[in-house]
């Protein structure tokens, strides 16, 4: 390389930014995969009785159903009392999966 000191710069450069980009939230499916596989870890005869085995679609049953029962929490929340629902999650097009998130952790 003719520069290697810039080289290095921008190496590390990269790296910084890296370093001070925020962590990125986690996605719903995310959340949801984390809630089965600790329901898995910690009494592994209810999962397979509730999903129907332990293998890789048992795991997705999980996550459906996780993710199904957070929508319909939210949907109830949203349905019973508007006003603190829009307080607590806004009003924008985000608001319903901030609540399926929440409802997730």
Do not use: I
Request: glycine content about 6%.
């Amino acid at each position: 390389m003719r520069h290697p000191r810039l080289a290095a710069g921008l190496v590390a450069l990269a790296a910084a930014a890296t370093l001070a980009a925020p962590a990125q939230a986690a996605s719903v499916d995310s959340l949801a995969k984390s809630e089965c596989r600790e329901e898995r870890s910690t009494d592994r005869a209810d999962f397979r009785r509730d999903y129907g085995g332990t293998g890789k679609a048992a795991f997705r049953r999980c996550v459906a159903d996780q993710k199904r029962e957070a929508r319909r929490d939210c949907r109830e929340d949203r349905r019973e009392d508007a006003a603190e629902y829009r307080a607590q999650y806004g009003s924008g097009s985000g608001a319903f999966t901030r609540c399926v998130k929440d409802e997730l952790r």
